[in-house]
């Protein structure tokens, strides 16, 4: 379960134990005991790369042996050769830690024996022989974690190594058995305290280096150039029995500013434990995220004149009615050119129905001129409200648009709007305009994800579900190896 803890504690700080919420949050996560068994199946990496990154030093001694006076020693270059791991465990210790226990740790260990001792007639007497250590060893481990000033730090407050075996074998000697008797008896106790120590120290060290590593990558996952989202906590996270929860702040952060809106609060009642892997965002986090992106100029869609046409016929639209020509001022569409952009920063909302997005647009219809402005043939402005629901499936997000409410505001070159020109605007927006958009949104989110590699992720069933306020994310997944790899690619 080590995996687990590493992989996804970036998300996770201290245990507390306060009572059940409501919580000041913008996003919570919660992953649940479920997911514990699909994160305990890549265990035995982890702790092969903590064996084997640990740095073993020489064991050095002396000691009276009858017969042989004082006998010096030393164990040097000491390596891992195999390594194995029968089983592991784990337990979510209700408002204090992590749990894991592994199993029949099978380990041999190499390297060089050097001894001497002074023999008859004082000669000194030297020998160097290679050596191997088979031992078999259980581990308990205990894993703290503590915030700091938003951040997760993981220790292993509780190391214990429990040896069932712990046998030397040296090679080269031609009767070696009473050496290897004289040796083990008093090295091996030497020999636990070292591999305890240096074992125990680089499973910290790691945790720590993958809760910081996977900090890194959720906050990469939530920007995209100078728009982020601040992932800090904003308290201790709860540790249950069945589950664990963390609390972050949510704000969007824009050109490293980060925004400062009073934090809503969040009902633990409103997870389960069913699913793996919850998420909870508020409607005030989509809303900023929206009014950012309109500050960094994105909503803005540009169309030329034969992707126009391309898109109105794909649509079922005829590009040879009187009305087009009219708002291309008589100009063949091939020639004109469409801008569609938001007059003001939009507003989001969710509800039962899905999400609300309410925004003004302006539509321009313009003839390019060379090496002048364009002509500005036709604009009309309109107060836009959609509701959308979101659906993640075959690696690809779908919005759905269940409603739509338009209201034309204002248009320009014509002296009087006719009801048919209304009627056309109106035909136009729904069953082309904001079906377009919505297709290219979907294509834009959908590409941005997977450049954040969602698409490497096994994503099981997901189900995006909204209520008034906020939007709510459930799922079961299989193990993120990709994530592990890229890890563990980063160590060596």
């Not at 590009?319 to 009219?326: G, H, S």
Request: hydrophobic content about 40%; charged content about 20%; glycine content about 6%.
């Amino acid at each position: 379960m080590l995996a687990a803890i590493l992989l996804v504690l970036a998300l996770l700080g201290h245990a507390d134990g306060s009572p059940e919420g409501p919580y000041e949050a913008g996003i919570v996560c919660r992953l649940t005991e479920p997911a514990a068994l699909v994160l305990n199946q890549e265990t035995t990496k982890v702790i092969q790369t903590a064996f084997q990154r640990a740095s073993y030093p020489d064991i050095k001694g002396e000691k009276a042996m009858r017969f042989l006076g004082r006998v010096k020693y030393g164990l040097h270059n000491i390596q891992i050769g195999y390594l194995s791991i029968a089983s592991s465990q784990v337990k979510l210790v209700e408002d204090k830690t992590i749990d894991i226990s592994i199993q029949n740790v099978s380990t041999i260990f190499k390297g060089t024996l050097n001894y001497g001792y002074t023999g008859a007639w004082g000669l000194g007497i030297d020998h160097s022989v290679d050596f191997e250590i088979d031992s078999s060893i259980d581990l308990q481990i205990s894993v703290d974690l503590t915030c700091n000033s938003g951040r997760v730090q993981a220790e292993a407050s509780d190391c214990y190594l429990s040896f069932h075996k712990l046998l030397l074998h040296l090679h080269g000697e031609r009767d070696p058995g009473w050496i290897q008797q004289l040796f083990t008896n008093f090295i091996s106790f030497t020999l636990k305290l070292v591999l305890k120590g240096q074992v125990c120290k680089e499973i910290s060290v790691m945790a720590d280096i993958m809760a910081n590593f996977v900090q890194m990558k959720a906050a990469d996952f939530l920007s995209d150039g100078d728009i982020g989202v601040d992932i800090s906590l904003t308290r201790s996270p709860v540790i249950k029995a069945a589950y664990l929860e963390s609390h972050h702040k949510g704000h969007v952060i824009y050109r490293n500013v980060s925004e400062d809106f009073p934090l809503p609060t969040f009902s633990p009642s409103l997870f389960g434990d069913s699913r793996m892997l919850y998420f909870w965002f508020s409607e005030k986090v989509l809303d900023s995220l929206a009014k950012t992106a309109f500050k960094d100029g994105r909503l803005v869609l540009s169309l030329t004149g034969d992707e126009l046409k391309a898109m109105l016929e794909s649509r079922g639209f005829s590009t040879n009615q009187a009305v087009l020509q009219e708002l291309f001022g008589g100009f063949p569409i091939s020639q004109a050119q469409v801008t569609i952009h938001c007059l003001k920063m939009p507003k989001i909302s969710c509800q039962s129905q899905g999400v609300v997005v309410s925004s003004s647009v302006m539509v321009k219809f313009l003839i390019p001129q060379p090496d002048k402005q364009p002509i500005v043939a036709y604009t009309f402005e309109e107060d836009i409200i959609t509701t959308t629901q979101a659906s993640y499936s075959m690696k690809k997000l779908f919005l759905n648009i269940s409603d739509s409410q338009i209201k034309l505001k204002s248009a320009s070159n014509l002296t009087e709007i006719s009801e048919s020109m209304q009627d056309f605007l109106r035909s136009l927006t729904i069953m082309v305009g904001i079906p377009e958009v919505t297709s290219r949104i979907e294509v834009g989110l959908t590409d941005f994800l997977n450049s954040k590699n969602l698409d490497l992720f096994d994503i099981i069933n997901p189900e995006v579900i909204t209520k008034d306020g906020y939007l709510l994310l459930r799922m079961d997944f299989g193990f993120p190896g990709h994530l592990l790899v890229d890890f563990l690619r980063r160590l060596t």
